[in-house]
């Protein structure tokens, strides 16, 4: 019940932000959105006994999320700055480890919702449609996955993942997504529809997998208690974080 009312809650105001806020409203609502994620990961981070990025991967964070200059820019800058930090630590072994937890939360995070910026710049649809995907995925294969769930996804990665799931979820993705567009995007033919909503499911389900396997190796759950029946933000945006920029780069090549 706690899942379902968060979702109640949640669905139409991010509704509301994709399609019709103001740029700074919807930019205000990504950057909180962000922060939350990367004070998760932060926290996962820890569970490996890795110090926490801090203060510097906030800010290299929001510079890659918000500057104008060309985020693959930003991203280098951010990777060699991690390295220079180790050179200030008594323990030269912790710099690679620090170096690459630092590197890995601003792509992870900060990176992945650049391009959510750039999708709703195309279009917001477009935008709502790449977030809508992982929404819609991850019922079908919540709901499928418990009820006929027999053979085992990935096991050591997440137990409860299961084959029929992930196959729901495609399946019920590949249907939202030429409903959607032959109706919001009609210009979208059959074929890009099937192939947009089938990579954008995909990369969602292995972004699941991917957190739900920083979880285990950290030893934790949830990544946070925020969100009653779903456990953190970075739970409830996973798929998303993998989805968006693949979803964008098939729109970049097919339009």
Same mark, same amino acid.
């Given at each position: 019940?706690?899942?379902?009312?968060?979702?109640?809650?949640?669905?139409?105001?991010?509704?509301?932000?994709?399609?019709?806020?103001?740029?700074?409203?919807?930019?205000?609502?990504?950057?909180?959105?962000?922060?939350?994620?990367?004070?998760?990961?932060?926290?996962?981070?820890?569970?490996?006994?890795?110090?926490?990025?801090?203060?510097?991967?906030?800010?290299?964070?929001?510079?890659?999320?918000?500057?104008?200059?060309?985020?693959?820019?930003?991203?280098?800058?951010?990777?060699?700055?991690?390295?220079?930090?180790?050179?200030?630590? /008594?323990?030269?072994?912790?710099?690679?480890?620090?170096?690459?937890?630092?590197?890995?939360?601003?792509?992870?995070?900060?990176?992945?919702?650049?391009?959510?910026?750039?999708?709703? $710049?195309?279009?917001?649809?477009?935008?709502?449609?790449?977030?809508?995907?992982?929404?819609?995925? /991850?019922?079908?294969?919540?709901?499928?996955?418990?009820?006929?769930?027999?053979?085992?996804?990935?096991?050591?990665?997440?137990?409860?993942?299961?084959?029929?799931?992930?196959?729901?979820?495609?399946?019920?993705?590949?249907?939202?997504?030429?409903?959607?567009?032959?109706?919001?995007?009609?210009?979208?033919?059959?074929? $890009?529809?099937?192939?947009?909503?089938?990579?954008?499911?995909?990369?969602? $389900?292995?972004? /699941?997998?991917?957190?739900?396997?920083?979880?285990?190796?950290?030893?934790?759950?949830?990544?946070?208690?925020?969100?009653?029946?779903?456990?953190?933000?970075?739970?409830?945006?996973?798929?998303?974080?993998?989805?968006?920029?693949?979803?964008?780069?098939?729109?970049?090549?097919?339009?």
């Amino acid at each position: 019940m706690k899942r379902v009312l968060t979702a109640a809650v949640l669905a139409p105001l991010i509704v509301w932000v994709a399609l019709w806020a103001p740029v700074p409203v919807f930019l205000a609502v990504l950057v909180a959105v962000a922060l939350l994620c990367h004070y998760e990961y932060s926290g996962i981070v820890a569970k490996y006994g890795i110090e926490k990025p801090g203060p510097v991967g906030y800010a290299a964070g929001l510079v890659v999320l918000l500057t104008p200059v060309d985020p693959a820019l930003a991203i280098t800058v951010t990777g060699l700055l991690a390295l220079a930090l180790g050179l200030a630590h /008594d323990d030269l072994r912790t710099t690679l480890p620090r170096a690459g937890a630092l590197l890995a939360g601003v792509i992870y995070i900060f990176g992945a919702w650049r391009w959510a910026i750039y999708l709703r $710049q195309n279009s917001t649809y477009w935008l709502l449609f790449a977030l809508a995907l992982s929404w819609v995925g /991850d019922i079908c294969a919540y709901y499928v996955g418990r009820r006929f769930g027999r053979h085992k996804l990935m096991p050591r990665v997440s137990p409860g993942k299961s084959w029929e799931g992930a196959v729901a979820s495609l399946v019920g993705s590949l249907l939202f997504g030429f409903l959607y567009l032959k109706y919001l995007l009609p210009s979208v033919a059959p074929w $890009q529809s099937f192939l947009l909503a089938a990579a954008g499911n995909i990369a969602g $389900q292995i972004g /699941d997998l991917a957190e739900s396997a920083l979880k285990r190796g950290a030893g934790v759950k949830d990544s946070g208690t925020m969100l009653p029946g779903h456990g953190g933000w970075l739970d409830r945006v996973d798929s998303t974080l993998f989805a968006v920029p693949v979803v964008y780069w098939l729109v970049l090549i097919l339009f």
